[in-house]
């Protein structure tokens, strides 16, 4: 190989770094991760960083002492899961942005109420349940490398 197609090459491998965008598999990849991190943070009743949610103040009524704080009727945490599984994966230099739509998340009552859980209320504790992990993002590191290699044919 000459000077000039190596330096041919690297250019074009420096460019290929630079404009990386995520594959459709690559993104389908990491909507699995993050959706499951989701459905881990409220089986673990913690926020993505492992701390605890706030207790409920009162047990519901017929919990015989299970009450989980977010788990009623489990169609918030189903919402949440199925948010963070279509989040859109962006490719940035350097990196990738993660950008979950937290305003599509609905109670069981249909209105939405990701906000008002993630946020808090007058009413409401602040209970994060949105966001990537250490796990997570570790392996969506994996993931993103991987497929980075890939497209560079490496």
Wanted: proline share 5%; glycine share 12%; net charge negative.
């Amino acid at each position: 190989m000459t000077l000039e197609a190596l330096a041919d090459l690297l250019e074009d491998t420096a460019q290929a770094v630079v404009t990386y965008a995520p594959s459709e598999a690559c993104q389908a990849t990491i909507g699995v991760i993050l959706s499951a991190d989701t459905k881990e943070n409220f089986a673990g009743s913690h926020d993505p960083d492992g701390l605890p949610w706030q207790p409920l103040r009162k047990p519901r009524r017929n919990s015989r002492g299970k009450d989980k704080p977010l788990v009623d009727w489990g169609v918030l945490m189903q919402n949440a899961a199925a948010a963070a599984g279509v989040a859109e994966v962006v490719g940035i230099p350097g990196g990738i942005r993660i950008e979950i739509d937290a305003g599509s998340i609905f109670g069981h009552d249909g209105t939405v109420r990701g906000q008002w859980h993630r946020l808090g209320t007058r009413t409401i504790p602040a209970r994060e349940f949105l966001g990537v992990s250490a796990d997570a993002a570790e392996a969506i590191g994996e993931v993103v490398v991987l497929d980075h290699a890939k497209q560079l044919g490496l």
